[in-house]
């Protein structure tokens, strides 16, 4: 069955630094990959999507690459802020129907000022 | 433009009660989905309604059943409610154009089972 890992651990930086968060998945290869930031309280926001046949995609300080052949996605945030603080999750759409997405659980990022 | 919208924000219910949760699309929106999501995992897709009929479902008993309704808003129903039924229930919609399944999330409803 599909599997996504994220760390399960936060990660800690300080402020300035850039973060770098891990999507790994298994078993098949899904045409696209997706991040959301979860604050508390609050559901999930849609940061970016990318395709199985895109290396990388940025979006402000924000880039995500997607390695198909590791099956591993790298979410970086540059010059990170403490308002960057938050739960990062990426998502998969299931192998056998594009209408489920399949969530990790998430990472927490903590960056200190 | 309002965004996905649900109520109640939270609720407190019995083991056996049954609970229904609402949700209204962000505007535009045809499509609703469900998610549960416990705490400190990431949302568990429960189904998915379009067109007024359910058209996915996730790894979820027959006690959740949902519904939509013309105007794209959807309900989320759950019998006989147990302990472990306690979460952050989440409702999320969408268009899918390009496949692509952009889920726009409302703030939840924390439900919880005593």
């Known amino acids: 069955s599909q599997k996504i890992e994220q760390n399960s651990e936060a990660l800690n930086i300080q402020e300035g630094k850039t973060a770098t968060l891990t999507c790994n998945y298994t078993n098949y290869s899904p045409a696209y990959l997706q991040w959301y930031r979860q604050d508390p309280g609050r559901g999930p926001v849609f940061l970016l999507l990318i395709r199985e046949n895109e290396k990388e995609k940025r979006k402000e300080r924000l880039k995500v690459t997607f390695d198909t052949t590791l099956k591993q996605s790298l979410f970086h945030i540059t010059a990170s802020q403490p308002a960057d603080s938050a739960t990062y999750l990426c998502?998969?759409?299931?192998?056998?129907?594009?209408?489920?997405?399949?969530f990790g659980s998430g990472t927490r990022l903590l960056v200190r000022p | 433009d309002a965004g996905v919208t649900q109520s109640p924000t939270h609720l407190i219910k019995t083991r056996g009660q049954q609970v229904t949760l609402r949700c209204s699309p962000k505007?535009?929106?045809?499509?609703v989905s469900w998610y549960q999501q416990a705490l400190g995992q990431g949302p568990q897709f429960i189904f998915q309604?379009?067109?007024?009929?359910?058209?996915q479902r996730g790894n979820f008993p027959d006690r959740f059943s949902g519904h939509q309704f013309p105007n794209y808003s959807s309900e989320l129903n759950v019998n006989a409610l147990l302990l472990g039924d306690s979460a952050l229930y989440l409702c999320?919609?969408?268009?899918?154009?390009?496949?692509?399944?952009?889920?726009?999330f409302g703030a939840g409803t924390r439900l919880s089972v005593l």
């Open positions: 505007s535009g929106h045809d499509t």
């Open positions: 998502a998969l759409p299931w192998m056998d129907s594009s209408y489920k997405l399949i």
């Open positions: 309604y379009y067109e007024e009929e359910e058209r």
């Open positions: 999320a919609s969408s268009l899918k154009t390009g496949g692509e399944n952009i889920q726009y």
